[in-house]
T-cell receptor
Framework: AQSVTQLDSQVPVFEEAPVELRCNYS??????LFWYVQYPNQGLQLLLK??????LVKGINGFEAEFNKSQTSFHLRKPSVHISDTAEYFC????????????FGTGTSLTVIP | GAGVSQSPSNKVTEKGKDVELRCDPISGHTALYWYRQSLGQGLEFLIYFQGNSAPDKSGLPSDRFSAERTGGSVSTLTIQRTQQEDSAVYLCASSLVPTEAFFGQGTRLTVV
């Protein structure tokens, strides 16, 4: 079965500290990988995506993620977080053999502490 | 339109009433998705439409939930005989290709 696992449901981190949000997926075929961010009382917006090519992907707001095929992971990182990064973060995957279907993880709530 | 539009943005209904939630996807997008997000929970997949294919209804939680997509564009999610546990934010998304899904702002449903 296709699935996405976000191992951490809540991540508190101090302002200006680095953060890593973990994401693993199940697949034996080609995938597209995504991170979405949801700020309080808003919809989801795309943070970054991996389609092909370089395994290190840079997104908005200083976030980046690295695709690791051998570990089936797509962890999200930021070297120095800001208060404004407090939000819910969702990892998602679409499989190239299942049409347009997107599978989402359960989300990680990032709280940046002043 | 420029983005995915959902209406209403907020809906308060009495237990036992039926509700309809509307999603207007980005023009030309062939795929449309409905998700439910309960308080403090992740995204729960409800239903997926892809072109003229039969929809994937595997995520609908009960037979009180149904959805249709008319003319390959606008979609309506209907919840019959609403219950308090149906209270959640209902999110719609659309995509043309499996390289990005675009989300609406959601409909916050409160059943009292």
């Amino acid at each position: 079965a296709q699935s996405v696992t976000q191992l951490d449901s809540q991540v508190p981190v101090f302002e200006e500290a680095p953060v890593e949000l973990r994401c693993n997926y199940s697949s034996s075929v080609s995938v597209y990988l995504f991170w979405y961010v949801q700020y309080p009382n808003q919809g989801l917006q795309l943070l970054l995506k991996y389609l092909s090519g370089s395994t290190l992907v840079k997104g908005i707001n200083g976030f980046e993620a690295e695709f690791n095929k051998s570990q089936t992971s797509f962890h999200l990182r930021k070297p120095s977080v800001h208060i404004s990064d407090t939000a819910e973060y969702f990892c998602a995957v679409s499989y190239t053999n299942t049409g347009n279907q997107f599978y989402f993880g359960t989300g990680t709530s990032l709280t940046v502490i002043p | 339109g420029a983005g995915v539009s959902q209406s209403p943005s907020n809906k308060v209904t009495e237990k036992g009433k039926d509700v309809e939630l509307r999603c207007d996807p980005i023009s030309g997008h062939t795929a449309l998705y409905w998700y439910r997000q309960s308080l403090g929970q992740g995204l729960e997949f409800l239903i997926y439409f892809q072109g003229n294919s039969a929809p994937d209804k595997s995520g609908l939680p009960s037979d009180r939930f149904s959805a249709e997509r008319t003319g390959g564009s606008v979609s309506t999610l209907t919840i019959q005989r609403t219950q308090q546990e149906d209270s959640a934010v209902y999110l719609c998304a659309s995509s043309l290709v499996p390289t990005e899904a675009f989300f609406g702002q959601g409909t916050r449903l409160t059943v009292v």
